[in-house]
């Protein structure tokens, strides 16, 4: 069996790199999560007015999805003046209009930082996307590492 160390070389590196850059996805989508739960521990419920809804047209598939994340006003406990900020989370169909109540919660130490309440204690889908896509970089990997042990055993060694 004869070796080919320019083929060796790049398959193996690449493989290697792209198994680095998988690793960070993951580790990516852990701290996205740790942080959405660290947001939930500390959150804060309040009602809230909303004062402008923004559409957001996400397309996976062929018909577009839209999801609203409201513009909210209210007062963070402890203050005087009323904090306007965009909710990081879209709310639930139908999408409420504009001056109704809706439930929030806020992080005390950045009131910016306001959640839809109806979406509260679920972080199952936080870091998911970052997750997905880095088992799906550590597939890539694997299967560039399979196709140089196809070539040592299937080409090389004939």
Request: aromatic residues 6%.
């Amino acid at each position: 069996m004869k070796i080919h160390y320019v083929p060796t070389v790049l398959l193996l590196g690449s493989a290697a790199l792209i198994l680095l850059v998988g690793v960070g996805l993951l580790l990516k989508g852990r701290a996205v999560r740790r942080t959405a739960e660290s947001f939930r521990s500390r959150a804060v419920a309040v009602t809230a007015t909303v004062v402008a809804l923004e559409a957001k047209d996400l397309s996976l598939g062929a018909e577009p999805d839209t999801r609203y994340f409201p513009r909210v006003s209210f007062v963070p406990a402890g203050a005087t003046d009323a904090v306007e900020a965009q909710t990081l989370t879209d709310v639930p169909a139908p999408p409420p209009r504009v001056g109704e109540q809706i439930d929030v919660a806020y992080d005390p130490e950045r009131p910016d930082r306001v959640d839809v309440a109806a979406t509260k204690g679920d972080v199952e889908g936080a870091g998911r996307t970052w997750v997905v896509l880095g088992s799906l970089v550590l597939l890539v990997a694997l299967g560039v590492a399979a196709a140089w042990l196809v070539l040592v055993l299937v080409v090389w060694t004939s």
